[in-house]
């Protein structure tokens, strides 16, 4: 069974700060998709990663896959109040997997 | 719009009397899914379906039930519901599963008493 860990757990930040959050995983990525989930909510796709190495840019959001296939990580520029939610990663095999998640709170 | 709409929102139910929560999506997906959310546990998934008359055990498919009779609806079925299935549930679907995104519902805040 495919383990997947986030990290932190929790992160209060203040706007305009920049933060990084990580997912690591017990086996190699069929296909990697993060999501944000806003309170009351279901969870937003945010990006697919598919192949080692990959690096997509949302906006302030940097998504990079790791060379092995096997972590990944998400880099926000300058957050914003807007920005606070549960970031989620996901491995899009047969089933969709997810890691505990990483809770973001951007005070304004 | 492209949407994936549960109902109901909130239910609050007693031990052992059946309900079953609909999930209906407009976007002509093969694959749909149920997710269950607790705290501390995460999202896991229930059932999952990759076409009609397809599905197939999650990772938390005790006590649960599904069909898919028809390519736009996944209803999720609690036969006898139990309070430790008091949860926060969400059904999704894809275009075609593996690799593709999904959409998922605003969720169904089940309370089991």
């Known amino acids: 069974t495919q383990l997947l860990e986030q990290s932190p757990q929790f992160l209060s930040i203040q706007e305009g700060e920049n933060l990084t959050v990580y997912c690591n995983s017990s086996s190699v990525f069929s296909s990697l998709q993060w999501y944000r989930q806003e309170p009351g909510e279901g969870p937003v796709l945010l990006v697919t990663?598919?192949?080692?190495?990959e690096v997509k840019k949302l906006k302030r959001l940097t998504f990079q896959f790791g060379d092995a296939r096997k972590d990944s990580s998400l880099h926000i520029t300058a957050a914003q109040p807007g920005d606070t939610g549960l970031y989620l990663c996901?491995?899009?095999?047969?089933?969709?997997?997810f890691g505990g998640g990483t809770r973001l709170m951007v005070k304004p | 719009e492209a949407q994936v709409t549960q109902n109901p929102r909130y239910l609050i139910t007693v031990t052992g009397k059946k309900l079953t929560v609909t999930c209906s999506q407009n976007m002509n997906h093969e694959y749909m899914s149920w997710y269950r959310q607790d705290p501390g546990l995460g999202l896991r998934q229930i059932y999952y379906?990759?076409?009609?008359?397809?599905?197939d055990k999650g990772d938390v498919p005790e006590g649960y039930k599904v069909s898919r009779k028809e390519k736009r609806n996944f209803p999720l079925i609690l036969e006898s519901p139990s309070p430790n299935q008091t949860s926060l549930y969400f059904c999704?679907?894809?275009?075609f599963g593996q690799g593709s995104g999904y959409t998922f519902g605003s969720g169904t805040r089940l309370t089991v008493v």
């Open positions: 379906s990759m076409n009609v008359e397809v599905t």
């Open positions: 999704a679907s894809s275009l």
């Open positions: 990663v598919v192949t080692g190495g």
């Open positions: 996901a491995n899009a095999g047969n089933m969709l997997t």
